[in-house]
């Protein structure tokens, strides 16, 4: 039973497109994370949700758009797609905001704008 | 800002041959530090926490050391299954974020 799932696992598009990454999880757990690893793969924290409510937005381009609709899902909404969008993006969850434990990810989507 | 670094970018190592990987950080009170492995085309997954310098963790041929501004992980005997790119983690006090380092390639040839 797959903790953290994220489809698709590929994705690939042309430029200006419009797509979506869904996440979900069966932990139990109040947090979930965006991460972006890109060709030299640092992973970089994108968003991080907490009970449905956004906690961390970091210096993320405004077409892409999270969503929480219940704190086992994130979803992750991109719009007109640049070259530079193309990466692998893994969902995360983790215990808790303020709670000690370790990350548990996805397998990872691998998104390719053509 | 918390920040992480890491050392060597790429190691190649016969099999049998024990080394380590440096993985040094600067946080605002450090709450955690995680060992993740990432085999190609798969997620990180989790291999050990530290706490507080001093610490050590274990499993297998992998040990995990923490000192106030690093932390290494020893590995002793390797096998090519131990190839992998391994990942260092720091998360802060305020515990909202978790800051990775880019990884350090480990080759184990057989």
């Known amino acids: 039973d797959t903790a953290v799932s994220q489809t698709p696992k590929y994705l690939v598009t042309q430029m200006g497109n419009d797509k979506s990454i869904k996440c979900e999880q069966n932990l139990g757990h109040d947090t979930m994370y965006w991460y972006k690893q890109d060709s030299k793969k640092f992973l970089k924290i994108m968003f991080s949700?907490?009970?449905?409510?956004?906690?961390i937005n970091e210096t993320v381009p405004n077409r892409f758009s999270p969503k929480s609709p219940d704190k086992a899902h994130l979803n992750l909404h991109i719009n007109s797609l640049e070259l530079g969008d193309s990466a692998v993006y893994f969902c995360?969850?983790?215990?808790?905001?303020?709670?000690?434990?370790?990350?548990?990810f996805g397998e990872g989507s691998r998104l390719t704008v053509l | 800002e918390d920040q992480v670094t890491q050392s060597p970018e790429a190691l190649r190592l016969q099999e049998g041959e024990s080394s380590s990987l440096n993985c040094s950080y600067t946080v605002s009170g450090l709450r955690g530090l995680f060992w993740y492995r990432q085999d190609p085309g798969k997620g990180p997954e989790f291999l050990f926490t530290l706490y507080s310098a001093g610490e050590e963790k274990e499993k297998e041929r992998l040990k995990a050391t923490l000192t106030k501004k690093e932390s290494f992980l020893h590995i002793t005997a390797p096998k090519p299954e131990d190839s992998a790119t391994y990942l260092c983690?720091?998360?802060?006090?305020?515990?909202?974020?978790?800051?990775f380092g880019p990884g350090t390639r480990l080759s184990v040839l057989p």
């Open positions: 949700y907490n009970n449905k409510e956004l906690i």
């Open positions: 983690a720091v998360q802060g006090i305020r515990g909202q974020n978790f800051v």
């Open positions: 995360a969850s983790s215990r808790g905001q303020g709670a000690t434990g370790e990350l548990f």
